[in-house]
């Protein structure tokens, strides 16, 4: 149960978002040891000058300011490690396939816990 949600300024350049959660739904799935079924990536972008970075707003998404911003939600069952191999994953992919330094993709991590789930139509319990 993996679930991104990215933010980010609109590129400048072409990028295809689709191929982009494609491609990263998969690198975490294999990587991670998770079933694909049960990722979920979300991206949404920020209006122009609707992100200020260091006091200053960008109208587009600057290579090296303005940092994706990135936050994962996945099982309190994950060890730190899984998790830091997690964040290392997204960041990895991210930079990748998108005209972005890894260095300015800032992502955070909550836990979900245990019959605080919803999801395929029942609360989620796990050990």
Not at 40 to 61: I, T
Not at 101 to 116: H, Q, V
């Amino acid at each position: 149960m993996p679930l991104l949600t990215i933010k980010s300024l609109p590129f400048a350049q072409e990028v295809n978002i689709p191929v982009t959660l494609g491609e990263l739904s998969k690198q975490l799935a294999n990587k991670c040891d998770i079933p694909l079924n049960h990722v979920m990536v979300a991206w949404e972008y920020l209006p122009p000058n609707h992100f200020a970075h260091n006091g200053r707003v960008a109208n587009c998404q600057p290579q090296n300011s303005h940092p994706i911003v990135v936050h994962l939600v996945a099982p309190n069952f994950n060890t730190e490690e899984q998790i830091s191999e997690m964040l290392e994953v997204i960041a990895s992919s991210l930079a990748e396939q998108l005209p972005i330094a890894k260095s300015n993709i800032f992502i955070t991590f909550s836990p979900a816990y245990s019959d605080g789930v919803y999801d395929e139509g029942h609360v989620v319990e796990w050990e």
